[in-house]
């Protein structure tokens, strides 16, 4: 069983959010107080391998960072950076989703307004901002699946998968 995982950083670089999408339980995201090694673990459950992009360099050493939590040695993982590099892919996870015709919801946005999105909320409650952000971890993560599945010709994921946030 395989997780997509992806995470956004406030400008100071703490974790705001952390997604994850599984094909058997949808889009599972963990919000700013939400964020414990223990509800990420869960959130993994069952989990044999993690998938990301660019996850070696950036999500999963900030994972372990943070919450003391190494999914490199909990978890098989796959970074599709390195696939997509391979085949000639160039440029960031948009860039990609570009070239091969994979939609997103959240069309215009990128990591840089991440953090803004993120300071709006904290800063000022804005929930539309926080609506915003994660439709766009959201597409992030739903978006691995659908790219892996293009790099290993596998059928694509369900359009409109479950969606569960987690903020305590």
């Keep these: 069983m395989r997780a997509y995982l992806d995470i956004e950083t406030t400008y100071s670089g703490t974790i705001s959010v952390i997604g994850i999408y599984r094909h058997d339980r949808g889009t599972i995201q963990l919000v700013s107080s939400g964020i414990y090694d223990i509800t990420l673990y869960n ?64 069309t215009g946005l990128s990591g840089r307004d991440a953090p803004r999105l993120w300071a709006r909320y904290e800063q000022y409650g804005d929930y539309t901002a926080l609506r915003t952000l994660l439709t766009y971890n959201r597409d992030d993560v739903v978006n691995l699946a659908v790219l892996e599945a293009h790099l290993d010709a596998l059928p694509t994921p369900t359009a409109n998968p479950a969606w569960k946030v987690i903020i305590e």
């Design 43 to 106: 959130a993994l459950e069952g989990i044999s391998t993690i998938v990301t992009f660019n996850g070696s360099s950036f999500d999963l050493p900030t994972i372990k960072r943070q919450l003391n939590a190494d999914l490199k040695a909990a978890f098989d993982h796959r970074d599709l950076l390195h696939e997509c590099r391979r085949r000639g892919l160039r440029g960031g996870l948009k860039g990609v989703e570009d070239r091969l015709g994979i939609t997103r919801a959240s």
